[in-house]
């Protein structure tokens, strides 16, 4: 009762500083997008982010080093394709023991992920303090170091108060990034830092029942002061391994599209799951295109003979600058894989683009995947694109 009273004032109070400041006229950042003309911004999105103990096994070298940029070279050009790619990492960089069970990596998966073209990683999910605040901290840093942004955690009060939004202007078409999770894994807010986590729920710790719509009123609006053209919000929401959708995600995503919000890209399922382009119709008649992904599976987790499929959702945002009216124009996808080569292969584990695979080993490309990952991967393909289906 304690935890949710001091989030409760904590979020009252911020909501109130933003809304005074919004009376005053004021703008977070200065207006600076073209008046003519057409801009055109990409927005590529990847599910869960984490590694099998084999994977880690796989990139560490002779002297103890760990190198994970063989892992991901297969989808880099995928990913770098995107103005802005963002994903969800499910893990910390907290130091040794390294794994899944652990849930901290080495800091040179970070160097990887960003070498590949990962711009934002979602820190709000079950990992946000899996390592304590001093863990989350940490993790924070570490991937900020490495040129990307943590999207909806905060190393401190001061930080929150100045970056309580991620935003991002391409081609003058202007993105705000927030990300919420269900829960901590079971843990709870530490007293010292009750707000260091954005949460979807009150009651984050028991039944996920009661939406904390005073915590995420305070980040859309804080998001609304920087006159985005686009809001997408990241959600660590569901259950593990089911692929059904709840009423409370439903009643979620609903009052985030009803408040701002124009795409929600999902995780924590580990599953895939459907992709929805669909209309939002307000109290005084007006309209909306949004987008909805529930789940975009595990990016990157391959076990020993596993194939496990998911994709790279592509977005594309075209904004008319004499108008500053904006729409979502393309919406699409790149059908991925982290696969095991086998235990022959020189690097062993790996995240690939399904389609450009299939091709170099119908071309007979010298270094082509084997004849039965090949028949796998034709089914997996098959599987992805019944379960994108709405």
């Given amino acids: 009762m304690k ?118 990683l979602q820190t709000a999910n079950s990992y946000s303090i899996f390592g304590g605040f001093s863990g989350l901290q940490r993790t924070k840093a570490v991937i900020e170091e490495n040129g990307m942004t943590a999207v909806g955690t905060y190393s401190s009060a001061d930080d929150r108060a100045e970056h309580p939004v991620v935003v991002r202007e391409v081609n003058g078409v202007r993105i705000a990034f927030v990300a919420f999770t269900k829960g901590l894994g079971g843990l709870s807010l530490p007293e010292n830092a009750a707000d260091c986590v954005d949460l979807l729920y009150a009651d984050y710790t028991t039944d996920y029942s009661d939406l904390d719509t005073a915590a995420i009123d305070a980040v859309l609006n804080a998001a609304k002061q920087e006159k985005p053209d686009v809001i997408i919000a990241a959600l660590h929401w569901g259950s593990e391994n089911v692929s059904e959708v709840s009423e409370k995600q439903e009643e979620a995503a609903d009052y985030l599209f009803r408040n701002g919000v124009d795409v929600i890209l999902g995780s924590h399922s580990h599953l895939v799951g459907t992709v929805e382009t669909r209309t939002v119709t307000f109290e005084n008649g007006t309209t909306k295109e949004v987008v909805l992904a529930y789940s975009l599976g595990d990016f990157c987790k391959a076990e020993k003979g596993a194939c496990n499929a998911s994709l790279i959702l592509n977005l594309e945002f075209t904004r008319d600058h004499a108008t500053g009216t904006t729409a979502i124009t393309n919406v699409s996808y790149t059908p991925v894989a982290a696969i095991d080569r086998g235990s022959k292969a020189a690097d062993r584990y790996a995240v690939i683009d399904i389609d450009n695979t299939l091709a170099l080993y119908e071309g007979n490309y010298y270094n082509r995947i084997s004849s039965d990952l090949y028949e796998t991967l034709i089914e997996k393909r098959q599987s992805l694109v019944l379960r994108l289906i709405p």
């Fill in 3 to 120: 935890q949710v009273f001091r989030r409760s004032v904590a979020s009252l109070l911020l909501l109130i500083f933003i809304v005074s400041l919004s009376a005053c006229g004021e703008s977070a950042i200065e207006d600076t997008r073209p008046t003519e003309g057409v801009g055109v911004a990409t927005v590529s999105a990847v599910g869960d982010i984490y590694l099998t103990d084999e994977m880690l096994a796989d990139a560490r070298r002779a002297n103890g080093s760990y190198d994970f940029s063989p892992q991901l070279e297969g989808v880099c050009a995928s990913l770098a394709a995107a103005d802005l790619t963002i994903g969800n990492f499910e893990g910390t960089f907290c130091g040794t023991p390294y794994g899944m069970e652990a849930g901290s990596y080495p800091d040179a998966l970070a160097a990887a992920l960003s070498a590949a073209g990962i711009d934002l």
